[in-house]
């Protein structure tokens, strides 16, 4: 157990993102099992830049979705897609230029950084794309919010 294997509750009713997010954790698993089976870093090396390439592309999108419904959570979210990418590229350039450090362990610990941010920051902030109406009541608390200052 690696711990990347794809669960009922990360589901956010939204198809599209939920799509992205279980292809997010099998590429990582292949990364894993590449690793683990010993695989060269020629091997390796394109599994990884796979998984950077479409963590940058899947967090556009959602900041694209967020973005189209003005929703409120758009800067705090792009700020985390922003500080998480700024960690694993730091890791990657490490990796890309000492190869040995690349472990099962450094996967598993990226994975756990995605499965946090999936749980603790994409579920709330894709709820209110689900449901309209809790989306509509807080832009209206934050449009008054800006107001005030
Ligand atoms: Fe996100």
Redesign the pocket.
């Known amino acids: 157990m690696n711990g990347l294997a794809w669960q009922a509750e990360y589901c956010s009713g939204v198809e599209v993102i939920d799509q992205e997010h279980q292809q997010l954790l099998q590429l990582l698993q292949q990364l894993y099992e590449a690793i683990a089976q010993g695989k060269a870093f020629t091997h390796v090396e394109p599994l990884l830049l796979g998984c950077a390439a479409e963590t940058q592309r899947h967090?556009q999108h959602?900041e694209t979705l967020m973005a189209d419904a003005n929703h409120p959570q758009y800067l705090s979210?792009r700020a985390?897609?922003q500080n998480l990418l700024r960690d694993l590229n730091r890791l990657l350039d490490a990796v890309q230029s000492q190869p040995s450090t690349l472990s099962t362990t450094t996967v598993a610990t990226i994975g756990q950084l995605v499965i946090q941010?999936i749980c603790e920051?994409?579920l709330p902030?894709l709820y209110l794309l689900t449901h309209p109406e809790e989306l509509a009541r807080q832009q209206a608390e934050q449009l008054t919010a800006e107001t005030c200052f």
Do not use: G
């Open positions: 967090f959602e979210h985390a897609h941010h920051e994409d902030m």
